[in-house]
């Protein structure tokens, strides 16, 4: 009795999403993901202090090599985290738990199988593959020592993202926050023991990282494992059907083409700022890489909060109340950015200091960090917009959005702006592409709008 009474709670919470008010479910799905991103972001900033200060600018920078590989990892994750997750919103949105039930396994079983092969052939092939990111003799030796453990634990990060996702889709978003707080407080502890106490250096950052996704993640499959929960494991649903993999990746690829372009575009971009500034410049990107990151998370939490509430919407046919979501989150995303804006405009010096005390490297990052956040305040528009096409099953719209800014634009600006300005054009680039891609999504957007309305329009007079 006990536990119909819980499966009737988790389906009333699945229902929510359909008739509570669009602006209290946002702020109901989207503040976790906020805190918790917030926390992600923090992290990382107190991740690269540390290596800066203990370890010295080279660790930075060799940090920096590391990105693409992160960034491709994350490819993978995205693929079946968003790509699950957006499945299973719309399907809690039919009423279809069965379906649902089986996404969840077959996410299990995909990142399983991914994150094992992503882990064996990237370690197989580790020097090449850094040296062709950008790395140095002076910089190869710091990346390598991070990504070998980075890599053994790939599985795990897999893991641990992809069923966050799900949870999330769940109606769960408290316990996905929780998830990554209790990942972020854990990381903390272990960065501060590993390399301020024991001083094991880069490879110490590497190991509190997946020390505390495993943890995080045993608690997961435990939240997963109770059988009075709505998603829960059971016998038989671990098994890979072709018909739920296709829908996964049909949605997922749009993530994955966007975090694989990432990787290409840090990869020429490493190349470039080596070509025209050396390891110093590499450095001074990924200090401003984290900058940007710190800020583009809050973004990214209101995006995962959206993501449940359109895919369910969308699924019931309230276009309306999928609308309103949007809006909402356009709004929330644009007004964030414009604090990072201000922030880095004002105190680019300040913020460097953060991650370093060497004077050369705090006058690039400063520079560095002024041009990229140039008109920052556009891209949460354009990424809330992306995350939107997504939640709705429109994948060709959302892979167009993904690819605008860094494969269409960002790619032949940074290879044709530094010809004119040297440095400074590797730096130019990156906001001369978001605002193009900003003014490619908007009209997009106002295409579909008037697609959806229309459709009400006549599910009104019928």
């Known amino acids: 009795m ?50 800066g200060q203990i370890v010295g600018p080279e660790a930075i920078a060799g940090l920096g ?6 960034n491709l990892s994350a490819a993978f994750g995205a693929a079946v985290g968003v790509g699950s997750s957006a499945s299973i919103s719309v399907k809690l949105g039919q009423k279809d738990y069965k379906v649902a039930q089986n996404l969840l396994g077959n996410t299990v079983t995909l990142n399983l199988i991914i994150g094992f092969l992503f882990m064996a052939i990237s370690l197989v092939f580790l020097d090449p593959i850094l040296r062709f990111f950008g790395a140095s003799d002076v910089t190869l030796p710091y990346a390598r020592e991070f990504m070998i453990v980075i890599l053994l634990g790939n599985m795990v990060t897999h893991m641990y993202f992809g069923l966050n996702a799900v949870l999330r889709a769940a109606g769960k978003p408290k316990l996905a926050m929780y ?18 106490w024991f001083r094991w250096g880069i490879r110490g950052a590497a190991l509190a990282t997946v020390t505390s996704q495993t943890l995080a993640m045993c608690w997961q499959l435990r939240l997963f494992s109770n059988k009075k929960e709505l998603l829960h494991f059971k016998r038989g649903m671990f098994k890979l059907k072709a018909d739920l993999v296709k829908n996964i990746v049909a949605i997922g690829v749009s993530p994955f083409l966007m975090n694989a372009t990432s990787c290409v575009i840090v990869i020429f971009m490493n ?12 450095g001074a990107y990924s200090i401003a890489n984290s900058v940007v990151m710190m800020f583009f998370m809050f973004v990214m939490g209101v995006c995962q909060g959206m993501q449940p509430i359109v895919g369910y919407n969308y699924g019931a046919e309230k276009y309306d109340r999928m609308l309103r979501c949007l809006f909402m989150a356009i709004g929330c995303a644009t007004a964030i950015l414009l604090v990072g804006w201000g922030l880095s405009m004002l105190f680019p010096r300040q913020i460097a200091r953060i991650f370093t005390t060497d004077e050369t490297l705090i006058n690039l990052s400063a520079r560095g960090i002024k041009l990229d956040m140039l008109v920052f305040f556009v ?54 592409s978001d605002f193009g891609s900003f003014a490619m999504t908007i009209p997009m957007l106002m295409w579909y709008m008037k697609k959806f309305k229309s459709v009400d329009v006549k599910s009104e007079e019928l």
């Open 179 to 196: 998830s990554v707080l209790f990942t972020v407080a854990m990381n903390i502890v272990l960065v501060l023991t590993f390399v301020w």
């Open 2 to 51: 006990e536990s119909n009474n819980k499966m009737s709670d988790n389906k009333q919470a699945a229902l929510a999403l359909g008739t509570k008010p669009v602006g209290q479910l946002l702020w109901q799905y989207a503040l976790p993901a906020i805190v918790a991103m917030t926390a992600s972001s923090l992290y990382n900033i107190i991740d690269r202090a540390m290596i």
């Open 271 to 282: 190349n470039q700022f080596v070509h025209y500034g050396g390891d110093m410049a590499v």
């Open 65 to 70: 090599i590391t990105f693409p590989f992160m």
């Open 379 to 432: 891209v949460g528009s354009q990424a809330v917009i992306t995350h939107f096409f997504q939640s709705i099953g429109k994948v060709k719209v959302s892979i167009f959005l993904s690819l605008s800014r860094q494969l269409f634009l960002l790619l032949p600006m940074a290879f044709v702006f530094p010809m004119f300005w040297d440095l400074d054009g590797v730096w130019y680039s990156m906001p001369a």
